[in-house]
């Protein structure tokens, strides 16, 4: 393990990513996650992608969290239907947000990376560093969007905004357009 990985140690069946550890004894399982800061982000290629708990299109399951996942059938080819990787958005290239999913991810980036329509990346290699509420807030900010917290009021979301609910209820007082996007959590607009 590197310097920036770290242990959390989650309840039994919290997390598709998670292990049994010998030291747990069955009463906790194992992740490993990398410490993210807005340094990190700076220093790295990465993007953000959605799974349903760790499976994407064509039913593709993800290694666990800090393991890489390579491209069997990479081309590089700039369109959705022939690139052959794995897909996500990041600072240049967002405008098509990311797929309705259960599970956000942060993931750090290797290899090769083609823009796709200008509004998503295709890339060849990838590892997943952070899930949900351990993604810092940077990461959303890079890319345009707004984090709220359980319990924020937000006054409206308005066309083109992206908010991003990380947990807990947020009330949300109009909506003129935009997306809204939940995880762990409930949204209430009025």
């Not at 959390?8 to 410490?35: C, E, N, V, Y």
């Not at 690139?83 to 980036?109: H, Q």
């Amino acid at each position: 393990m590197n310097d920036d990985m770290q242990t959390h140690h989650l309840a039994p069946g919290r997390a598709a990513d998670a292990r049994p550890s010998p030291s747990a004894r069955g009463r906790f399982w194992r992740i490993t996650q990398m410490k993210i800061s807005k340094e990190w982000l700076d220093t790295h290629k990465w993007m953000l992608r959605t799974s349903d708990d760790g499976v994407t299109y064509g039913g593709y399951r993800r290694k666990r969290v800090g393991e890489w996942n390579d491209a069997a059938d990479w081309t590089g080819t700039p369109t959705c239907d022939d690139c052959g990787g794995f897909f996500g958005i990041d600072t240049t290239a967002n405008g098509f947000g990311v797929l309705s999913r259960r599970t956000m991810e942060l993931c750090e980036w290797r290899g090769e990376r083609v823009v796709i329509d200008g509004d998503k990346i295709c890339v060849s290699s990838f590892r997943v560093v952070a899930v949900g509420a351990d993604i810092p807030v940077d990461a959303f900010r890079h890319v345009g969007w707004r984090l709220c917290a359980g319990g924020e009021q937000i006054d409206s979301v308005r066309a083109g905004e992206t908010v991003v609910c990380m947990g807990g209820e947020v009330f949300v007082e109009s909506q003129s357009g935009g997306d809204i996007l939940c995880y762990g959590g409930e949204v209430f607009v009025d």
